[in-house]
């Protein structure tokens, strides 16, 4: 959980620094995609975090948990909706520890966080999380990261797809 508290808290710095509309619902839905992104580009997720259903989309396990402690720890602060139906955001207050991370997945935590804000509402992000698999899986059920790829990862050689396969259970995926 310590890399999901990590990451959380690079991705409210950066987002902060740019002085970018971000909220929470973006915040969670970027730790999905970097963690898709990066487990596509190098086999392995950045965050290691599971991701269950949740009633509007898909959450890293223990999300809630980490925020709460980066605001005891004072490192964060949550800044309420100025409107009822706006976004919580979180204001960055001390520096956030990046040694758990290499430079590539600091750079696709930032990357995936500023496409996000520049080019998506919480609305609209969410839509993307809210595919077929979401859909016909229960609250708290585990969602695997293939579930985000992209379709063509899905017409990668058998031997291809069973490498993903056995990365994917190593992480503790089941497959019926």
Not at 39 to 58: E, H, L, N, Q, S
Not at 127 to 144: A, C, F, V, Y
Request: with cysteine; glycine share 6%; hydrophobic share 40%.
């Amino acid at each position: 959980m310590e890399r999901l508290k990590n990451a959380l808290h690079y991705v409210i710095s950066v987002t902060n620094a740019e002085n970018m509309e971000f909220g929470a619902t973006q915040l969670i839905k970027t730790i999905l995609f970097a963690d898709v992104i990066s487990f596509m580009r190098r086999k392995k997720p950045i965050t290691g975090a599971t991701f269950v259903k949740d009633k509007y989309g898909p959450v890293p396990v223990g999300h809630t948990t980490a925020i709460k402690e980066l605001q005891a720890e004072k490192r964060i602060r949550r800044i309420p909706p100025a409107q009822k139906g706006g976004s919580t955001r979180y204001l960055n207050l001390a520096g956030p520890d990046l040694s758990p991370f290499t430079q590539e997945e600091l750079d696709i935590l930032a990357g995936v966080a500023k496409d996000i804000a520049r080019n998506y509402t919480a609305a609209m992000i969410s839509d993307l999380t809210h595919n077929d698999i979401w859909q016909m899986s229960d609250r708290g059920e585990k969602i695997p990261l293939a579930a985000y790829f992209p379709r063509h990862v899905f017409k990668s050689s058998p031997d291809e797809l069973k490498e993903c396969r056995r990365e994917l259970e190593s992480l503790g995926y089941e497959f019926a």
